[in-house]
């Protein structure tokens, strides 16, 4: 989902740049902390800045064992925006961010 040239912050405030980085970040996240985990995203809202660019809120729980190990019972909830530009026929991430929130 993410262009080659890209950035992406995550919840614990980590900057990787490039897709390759990205994919490299979370392989070792989900085969290791975060193993098990289950991650659902929503659309809360979209804004067209021109025909190629929009910027989109996305609201994200985590749930499952390694997130209920920490906190028995909850989940991790997230908001992110997101920088989505058009690359020829497709829509890629440009540039993310992600905040947690209660």
Known sequence: LFADNS???NVSGVWTKTRA????????????PLRGT????RVE?????????VIMHVRWVMSGTAV???APGTAMHSLAMLV??????????RAAQISPVS
């Open 7 to 9: 950035d992406f912050v």
């Open 21 to 32: 980085n990205h994919q490299a970040a979370y392989t070792r996240a989900f085969a290791g």
């Open 38 to 41: 289950k991650l659902q995203g």
């Open 45 to 53: 809202a979209l804004r067209r800045l021109r025909d190629d660019t």
């Open 68 to 70: 209920t190990e920490r």
């Open 84 to 93: 989505v530009v058009r690359d020829g026929a497709q829509w890629v991430i």
